[in-house]
Nanobody, 128 residues
């Protein structure tokens, strides 16, 4: 069983930056085989795909994240990151990471196909 724990959320002013982390644990697993996805859910809204990264470091971004967010992973640390820059109040949401072995070398940010494991989320609030 794979466990995921997100961290790095908090309160930030518009235009600011945050880096979210997603640490995986459990036994046994090969973190580098997993696709990692980041999703978010704002109050009163549905879940939205933000970004994803494959085992071969191919990535994809949702429209709201393009040009502002980057995604990366450190397989040696079983950790994935979401760097968020130029944050806007509309980015306020609970951010979740998810992981799964999809069998594909590409990923689509909006899709949660085969992402079987989910963290509990970290809250990001963008406000002046």
């Amino acid at each position: 069983q794979l466990q995921l724990v997100e961290s790095g959320g908090g309160l930030v002013q518009p235009g600011g930056s945050l880096r979210l982390s997603c640490v995986a644990s459990g036994f046994p697993f090969d973190f580098d085989r997993y696709v990692i996805g980041w999703f978010r859910q704002a109050p009163g809204k549905g879940r939205e795909g933000v970004s994803c990264i494959t085992s071969k470091n191919r990535s994809d971004f949702g429209d709201s994240a393009k040009g502002r967010f980057t995604i990366s992973r450190d397989n040696a640390k079983n950790t994935a990151y979401l760097q968020m820059n130029n944050l806007e109040p509309e980015d306020t949401a609970v951010y979740y990471c998810a992981a799964g072995i999809t069998g594909f070398d590409v990923c689509v940010a909006e899709h949660d196909y085969a992402l079987d494991y989910w963290g509990k989320g970290t809250l990001v609030t963008v406000s002046a």
